[in-house]
């Protein structure tokens, strides 16, 4: 009897001592810190080996500024940069303006077809940029472009007016294959605003276009400068579009003269004393958004209330119906139209004939050329291990950085945005100096592309966790709390549910990029871990365009596909608004 | 007398029968040697992907039991990648075939190639012969040419360039289409021999034409299948083959000289299948492989008395130019610098 009320006190004991411990030391604070540190793991320690030798003599290790001497020191290289920076404010300004409407259109109006608009929209994001850049160099090139023979034949004139060879058309392109991170991020914005405040607005007497400009709009700011931010950055890390562009229009950007810097002799010291501004960029921009912000509540998120009505337009819904199919049009229809084309034709310059008319090219892509299958099955099964590896650490971390669980919580933001200013191309650099030496031995394995892609898409999974965890009010967590839940139980059990959508959202926003992503593929990759992106960039140098065509179209709809899937899996019809 | 002419024959006999069967005994322990390392990485800058793979697979089905992966890129983005796995103590080629002569040039000098000699080289065409390494450090497995191509439904046969000064007349403006030797090995050669037979100002007098400058030599033969420029320099078997498939592509190879590009294939040292490495290297030789080559790649093959395909010319009945190494090693970094100042990019 004794022994047994020894050992029930003893195990009484145990239990209270370790509730005791658990109420002082609240263990998911240790799930904070994994996230830290698969953040510094990710992200610090590539930029920190690459800030180390952009400072280290190329042969002898020594420290020195004879590198940042060699990146400036030529008017060419200096121009690259002023370039680069040029077409970043022009993509994003001309794809803000371009895409805002049709994220308000969707959001807010009773334009009809929305559903059509949004699978145009996933088309837009689905094609590859650089894929898009070849189609529309044969849409829009100077002398045989589509456009150009079409507006000679109708005007009589003698030559076209389209040059795709400009940095005019270099804009164009890189601004309509961005149109869906303005899209997304936006709508996101816009749909989470009740209609409450335009009601209050047309009630004391606004039209809708003057709500729209003065209410709805600058509501969602955040959303649009976030949207803002991240064109200008990812526009600046293309590396395959300015290869196909810029490069004939004869001028550099930075990501084109990096690649320079790699051909032999390599001067990786030189390339990464050369990206070091682009970092400073980053955090300007980072410090602006924030002093743009600084003194407005976002708040509009409170559970799950709120009526979202949509604005009648009259006629006018037809205007922006056509608008959308336009664009959609110079984006998806037309450019998928030269692909198809391309993919089933024995001789592209042949023309159109029924004798030109061929399943060759799709056969030997799929079947005769070794490469394709593995490349494929690695480009979707690398995408999505880094969609679900940058989700996590993103929400993580935009948790932590809102909440105040650690001090110094900005630095770890500013960390989380600092990938995506690194051009693609250095990013890899960066990977490659820190992770193929010991003890980190990653080189020619797949799980290098895998973090290199997470880091590289973890700024657009952190901008978009961080808008969804700003416009939650933590009125709902301390609920949990006040009710005896501890920090992680509530993130799982509310605030996770209510992100669930942009959760899927934000991961099809890393999904899709890494199974198109080249400029850091092209470092990274070894013979059995290449990828799709890598193939197209080789074929694009061996002048046989139909393959090009055909192996673009099998990356474009297996993608559709598993997203299609994907949807359905989750639940959702993206035709239906739930 | 007689029994000691006899006795020589008979020594001959034995001699050359022994050299064949020490060269087939070679061959299957080299053979057995590789069956035990699996595989063999080449790492190739020419011939284009579908070609290289034929090969690489034509070498699987002949050697039973040993795998050949196939990276092929262009000339400067392979010596890259192989720059790269040496770097960070990674090697992963084993067979290193490039474009730019320069590349082996400098391989050589940093003692990362092995030497090693074929037996299969003594099928070898003389022509193509003396461009081998001397040291046994590299072999020229094939050999491509470039020439000008043109638009057959925009140029006129009559109206082509027949030589290549004939590209600076100012009816072509707008016209040319060329590859960057800051990318293409084969780009970079024959920017050095232009240098060479005209100087600099060739090229200067050209960018005043604006031509397109893409990235690859091939890059030009896409350009012209579109119709958006009509003159090209280009790698004259691409051209060939599109000319096949139907596209209006036609070739012309310049009375000065066509340039020849031998595009040599060493084994490197750090190799981690060096006997697979030296099967592979060997089979390059063979006639097998040589026949393949000239099948599917219409361009003249190294070895003697192999059919070359119609549209593809007999070496020997055109005039030939190319710079030597020393001339390639020096002049192709110079070039680019000179390219790129002269075209801005």
């Known amino acids: ?42 992200v610090v320690n590539p930029l920190f080996r ?12 020594a420290y020195t500024l004879g590198n940042y001497f060699a990146a400036y020191g030529k008017a060419r290289y200096r121009e690259a940069l002023l370039n680069s920076v040029e077409l970043g404010l022009c993509v994003a300004t001309v794809c803000t303006l371009v895409g805002t409407p049709i994220a308000w259109a969707v959001s807010r109006t009773d334009m009809p077809f929305k559903g059509f ?87 004391l007497g606004a039209g809708k276009f003057r709500t729209t400009l003065r209410i709805t709009l600058p509501l969602a700011l955040p959303a649009i400068i976030a949207a803002f931010v991240i064109v200008f950055l990812e526009s600046i890390a293309l590396f395959g579009t300015p290869a196909f562009i810029a490069l004939p229009a004869r001028f550099h950007v930075v990501t084109t003269q990096l690649w320079q810097f790699f051909i032999f002799p390599i001067r990786a010291e030189v390339a990464a004393a050369y990206a070091m501004p682009l970092l400073a960029v980053t955090i300007f921009l ?7 912000l600084r003194r ?73 050329q070794e490469t394709t299958q593995t490349a494929i099955f690695n480009t979707y099964t690398y995408a999505a291990a880094s969609a679900v590896l940058a989700i996590t650490v993103a929400l993580a971390i935009a948790y932590i950085v809102h909440r105040r669980l650690v001090p110094m919580g900005n630095v770890l933001a500013v960390l989380a945005m600092c990938p995506f200013v690194i051009p693609g191309v250095v990013l890899a650099i960066g990977f490659y100096a820190a992770y193929t030496s010991p003890p980190f031995m990653l080189y020619g394995t797949a799980w290098i592309l895998i973090f290199a892609f997470a880091t590289r898409f973890l700024p657009i999974a952190y901008a978009n966790s961080h808008a969804m965890v700003r416009s939650m009010n933590p009125e709902m967590e301390d609920a949990v709390r006040i009710l005896g839940g501890s920090r992680v139980y509530a993130v799982r059990k509310v605030v996770a549910p209510l992100l669930k959508r942009s959760l899927v959202g934000t991961g099809l926003l890393v999904f899709i990029p890494a199974t198109r992503e080249l400029s850091a593929a092209l470092f990274l990759y070894a013979p059995n871990t290449r990828v799709i992106s890598v193939l197209l960039f080789d074929l694009s140098s061996e002048g046989v365009f139909e393959n090009l065509a055909a192996l673009g179209l099998v990356l474009v709809v297996s993608s559709v596909t598993l997203v299609v899937i994907g949807f359905k899996v989750m639940g959702r019809d993206f035709m239906i608004r739930s | 007398m007689c029994s000691l002419l006899k006795y020589l024959s008979f020594a001959t006999l034995l001699a050359l029968a022994g050299a064949q069967v020490s060269a087939a005994e070679t061959d299957k322990v080299l053979y057995e040697k590789a069956k035990a ?40 983005t392979i010596f890259q990648r192989l720059s790269m796995d040496l770097r960070s103590n990674n090697p992963i080629a084993d067979v290193f075939t490039t474009s730019d002569a320069g590349h082996i040039v400098e391989l050589k000098r940093k003692g990362l190639l092995t030497s090693w000699t074929p037996p299969n080289v003594v099928n070898m065409i003389s022509a193509f012969r003396k461009y081998n390494d001397k040291d ?78 893409g990235r690859s030599i091939t890059d030009t033969v896409t350009m012209l299948n579109s119709g958006e420029r009509s003159i090209g320099v280009s790698n004259l078997a691409a051209g060939i083959a599109s000319a096949d498939k139907g596209n209006p592509i036609g070739v012309v190879y310049p009375k000065s000289g066509t340039v020849f590009m031998p595009t040599p294939t060493g084994l490197m040292k750090s190799s981690p299948h060096p006997n697979a490495g030296k099967l592979f290297l060997n089979w390059l030789l063979s006639p097998e492989a040589q026949q393949l080559i000239a099948d599917v790649r219409y361009e003249p093959a190294v070895k ?42």
Request: charged share 15%.
């Open chain 1, 286 to 292: 980072f410090l602006m958004q924030k002093w743009i």
């Open chain 2, 37 to 76: 390392e699996g595989q063999v990485v080449w790492y190739a800058s020419s011939p284009r992907t579908s070609v290289a793979e034929k090969m690489g697979r034509a070498f699987e089905a002949h050697y039973k039991g040993i795998k050949a992966v196939v990276v092929r890129t262009t000339a400067q």
């Open chain 1, 296 to 368: 407005k509540g976002f708040v509009t998120l409170t559970g799950k209330g709120g009526e979202r009505r949509e604005i009648p337009l009259g006629i006018w819904r037809w205007v922006l119906f056509g608008y959308c199919m336009f664009i959609a049009s110079l984006t998806v229809f037309i450019p998928m139209a030269v692909l198809i084309l391309a993919a089933f034709s024995t001789a592209w310059g042949r023309g159109l004939s029924w004798d030109n008319l061929t399943l060759d090219n799709l056969r030997h892509i799929l079947l005769t």
């Open chain 1, 50 to 61: 690459l800030i180390q030798i952009s400072f280290q003599d190329g042969d002898t290790g």
């Open chain 2, 136 to 213: 046994g450090y590299a072999y020229v497995v094939f050999g491509g040419i470039i020439g000008i191509t043109y638009n057959t439904k925009l140029v006129s046969a009559v109206d082509a360039p027949k030589d290549w000064p004939d590209l600076l007349n100012p009816k072509w403006e707008n016209q040319v289409t060329i590859g960057h030797p800051g990318f293409s090995g084969y780009a970079g050669t024959w920017v050095v021999q232009m240098n060479n037979m005209y100087g600099w100002s060739f090229f200067e007098k050209l960018e005043a034409l604006n031509p397109h400058v």
């Open chain 1, 117 to 203: 608009v949004r699978l145009t929209i996933l088309g837009t994001f689905i094609i590859p940029p650089y894929l898009g850049a070849i189609a529309w160099i044969l849409m829009a090139g100077p002398n045989a472009g589509w456009f150009n023979r079409i507006y000679i034949w109708l005007s009589g004139a003698e030559h076209g007016i389209f040059d795709i060879y400009s940095f005019t058309g270099l804009v164009v392109v890189i601004s309509l294959y961005s149109l869906p991170y303005v899209y997304i991020f936006i709508s996101s914005g816009l749909d989470v605003i009740s209609s409450e405040m335009e009601d209050a607005a047309n009630i």
């Open chain 1, 1 to 42: 009897m004794a022994t047994t009320a020894n050992t029930e006190a003893t195990s009484d004991g145990f239990k209270l001592r370790l509730m005791h411990f658990k109420q002082r030391f609240d263990v998911s604070m240790l799930f904070w810190l994994l996230m830290i540190a698969i953040l510094l793991f990710l």
């Open chain 2, 304 to 345: 003697k008395g192999v059919k070359t395909q119609p549209g593809s010319i007999d070496l020997d009945t055109i005039k030939l130019v190319r710079p030597t190494p020393e001339e390639i090693v020096k002049g192709i970094p110079e070039v680019k610098e000179k390219f790129r100042d002269t075209f801005g990019i």
